[in-house]
C-alpha cells in the first residue's frame, strides 16, 4: 500500500500520514536514527499479516520463497529483513522490553 496508500491519504487530506504510508517499505534508517512514526509503520507492516500478527522471520521466509529464483528479488528481500531486524531491536532497547512482549501485552489489550 505503500505510495498507492499514500496517494489516497493525501487526497484525503491527511498529510501526514501520507507521508508516513508512502515512506514505510524502503527506508533510509540506521541504527543510532530516531525511530519515528515511519519506522514503527515499517515495523508493523512486517509483522502483519492481514489480522494476524507473524514473526519477522515468517514473514521473509515466505517471501524468500515466492521470489527465490528471482536473485534481484531475494536481494531486496534480505535487505529488508535486516533493516526490520535492526529497527525492531532499536525498538526493543528503546522500550525495554522484547518485541514479544510488546505485541503480547498489546493483543492482551484489544483482546475482547
Same mark, same amino acid.
Given at each position: 500500500?505503500?505510495? !498507492?496508500?499514500?496517494?489516497? *491519504?493525501?487526497?484525503?487530506?491527511?498529510?501526514?500520514?501520507?507521508? %508516513?504510508?508512502? &515512506?514505510? =517499505?524502503?527506508?533510509?534508517?540506521e541504527p543510532g536514527m530516531a525511530?519515528?512514526? !515511519?519506522?514503527?509503520?515499517? *515495523?508493523?507492516?512486517?509483522?502483519?499479516?492481514?489480522?494476524?500478527? %507473524?514473526?519477522? &522471520?515468517? =514473514?521473509?521466509?515466505?517471501?524468500?520463497?515466492?521470489?527465490?529464483?528471482?536473485?534481484?528479488?531475494?536481494?531486496?528481500i534480505r535487505g529488508r529483513y535486516?533493516?526490520?531486524?535492526?529497527?525492531?531491536?532499536?525498538?526493543?532497547?528503546?522500550?525495554?522490553?522484547?518485541?514479544?512482549?510488546?505485541?503480547?501485552?498489546?493483543?492482551?489489550?484489544?483482546?475482547?
Amino acid at each position: 500500500m505503500n505510495k !498507492k496508500g499514500g496517494r489516497w *491519504l493525501y487526497e484525503l487530506g491527511f498529510d501526514r500520514a501520507a507521508e %508516513i504510508v508512502a &515512506a514505510h =517499505r524502503d527506508l533510509a534508517w540506521e541504527p543510532g536514527m530516531a525511530i519515528t512514526e !515511519k519506522e514503527i509503520v515499517h *515495523l508493523a507492516d512486517k509483522l502483519a499479516r492481514g489480522k494476524r500478527i %507473524i514473526s519477522l &522471520a515468517g =514473514r521473509f521466509e515466505e517471501k524468500m520463497a515466492l521470489y527465490q529464483d528471482n536473485p534481484e528479488a531475494v536481494r531486496a528481500i534480505r535487505g529488508r529483513y535486516e533493516l526490520a531486524r535492526r529497527i525492531a531491536a532499536a525498538v526493543e532497547t528503546a522500550a525495554g522490553r522484547s518485541l514479544d512482549d510488546i505485541l503480547s501485552s498489546f493483543l492482551t489489550t484489544c483482546s475482547p
